[in-house]
C-alpha cells in the first residue's frame, strides 16, 4: 500500500479511536472535575470581588478553560486503559503507537473546544465581541491541539495509574496557569516575569484572545500563531517517540 | 485489506526469538514454525514464557534478538497485525460499552466495511450466545459473558490466524466448553489457531502438535500422543488392596521405579507394566492380600510434561 494510502487509513483508524475516547471518558469523574469544576472556581476565587470588565475576564476565563479541558483527557486514557487491561488489545490492532496516540489527541481537542464555545457565548452574552474572528478561531483550534498534545506528554512515564498521570499534569498546569497572563496581563509583570511567561504555550493563546476581545495585545498575533505551532510540534513529536518505549512496559 | 501470500504452508514462522526484561531472559533462542490450518498449543507453567512470546508475535512488544513473522509478514507489523486475531491474557473489552459498540469498535479498526461487521458480528454474537444482551454494557457481563465477547471481537475481522493467551482460565464448564468446541469447528474451516495454555487436558483434546516451553525455552514439540508415548518409564499401574501395605515394600518389587500415595490407591511407576501386574499378583498371593482393584495406565500429557520440564531443570 503506498505511504499516503497508509496514513489516510490510520488517520481513519485515529478518529475511530477518538470517539471511542469520547463515548467512554468524557464522563469520566476526574475530566468533569479536573477539566471543568475546577477551572472555573480557580477563576472565581481570582476574580470575585475584584473589580475587573468583563472585557478582561473573558480572555483569562477562556484561556485558563481551555488549557484545563484540552488536557483533561489525553493524559488519562493511556494509564486508564493499562489499568483496565484493554490497551493490549488495542495495540494488537493494525494500528501504529502514533494512530492511538493522535486519536487521544483529537478526543482531547474536541472536549477543549466544544466547552471553550460555552465560555465564548456566555462571553457573547455578557457583551464581549471578538474582532478578526477567522484568526481568533484558527488560535482556539491550533491552541486546543497543542494543549492536548501536551497532555499525551504528561502520560508518558509507563505508570498505570491515572491518579499518578493527574497528579504529575496538576503540577505543571497550575504553574503555568499563573505565569501565562490568565491573572494578570503580560504588561504589568516585571521583565523576569515576562521571560518566565514566555516558555508557557497558554500565553500565546491568552494574548490572542486579549488581542481579540480586549483590542489590544502583547506580542503581534502572527508571533503567538507560530510559537503555538513550534510548541504543537514539539509536543507531537515528544509525545509520540517516547510513547513508542514507554507504551509496551506498560502491559 | 491486505492480500494474504499463496503457496506457502507456514502460518506462523519463528526463529532464534529472545527476548530479556532486565536480566532476566524471558524468551531464550526460541524457535518453531506452524503450519496453515494447524491448532498449535503453547504449552508451559505460569512463568515459562508464553505470554512474552505471543506478545511478541502480536506485535504489543518487540524481541531483542530473532525473527517472526505471520504469514510471511513480519511479525508486528501493521500486514501482520491485519491478518490476526488476538485473545491477550486477561484481557477486558471496554466495560463502559455495549458488547455490540465493542465489536463494531474491533471492526472498525480492522477497517471492515460497516455491512459486513454488521452481519458477522450478529452471527458471531448468536454462536457466542451473547445476542439478547448485546446492546448490554459490558460491565454487567459475568466473566464467561465477557470472555466470550473478546473472543468475538478477535473473530469479526475473520482472521487467518488466531492467537489466544489461556482463554479458558478460570472460566465455568460450560463456558469452557463453548469455547472449545468454537475452537475446533474454526480449526476445520481452516483457521490457524495458536492457544497457550498451562492445562494438560486442554492441549491433549485440541492441539495438533504441542511445544512445551519452559523457563523460555522449548523442550519438545511434537503431537500431544507421541509426546506422551516418548516419555519412557512413565507407565504405571495403579493398585488397591483389601489391607494396609507400605509404600516401601512395594517400591521394593521389582520393576517399580517410584511409588505414589494415591488415597486408598498406589500409583506405580514402571517401564514394563506387563510383568510389573505379574510381579504383583505373585506379591499379592503369597502375602495373602486381595486386589480390589488394578489399573494400567499410558503416560498423561501431564507425565511427559513434568519428565520434559524435570528433565530441562537437570539439565540447567
Redesign the interface.
Known sequence: ?PETA?VR?QM??SL??AR?DI??YYSKGPVIIFGVLFPVFLFLSFTIGRDLSVDFMIPGLLGMILFFTATSISPIVVPWEAQ???L?????????IETIIVGDILASFAFGVGISLITIILGLFLGVTISNSVVFALALILAAFCFASLGTVFSIPPTNMPSTVNMIAAVVKFPVVFISGVFIPLDQLPAWGQAVAYISPLTYFTDIARTSIQGQGHLPIVVDLLVLLAFTALFLVVAMKLHQRTM?RR? | MFSVPMNNNVAIQVVNLTKYYGELLAVDHVSFTVGRGELFGFLGPNGAGKTTTVRILTGVITADKGSASILEYKAGSLKAKQVAGVVPEMANAYADLSAWDNLMLMAELYGIPASVARQRGASLLQDMGLFPRKDSLVKTYSRGMKQHLILCMALVSDPEVLFLDEPTSGLDVQSVRLIKDLLQSLNAKGKTIFLTTHDMDEANQLCDRVAIINKGNIVAIDAPEKLRMATSGMHSVEISFDNVVSPEVLANIPGVNTVKKLGDKYRLYTANPGELVVSLANYSSSHGLNVISLNILVPSLEDAFVALTEKEAEHA
Open positions: 500500500m497508509l487509513e481513519r483508524r475511530v479511536i471511542k463515548r467512554i483496565a487491561r484493554t493490549e488489545r488495542l495495540m494488537s490492532c493494525p494500528v501504529r509496551p502491559i
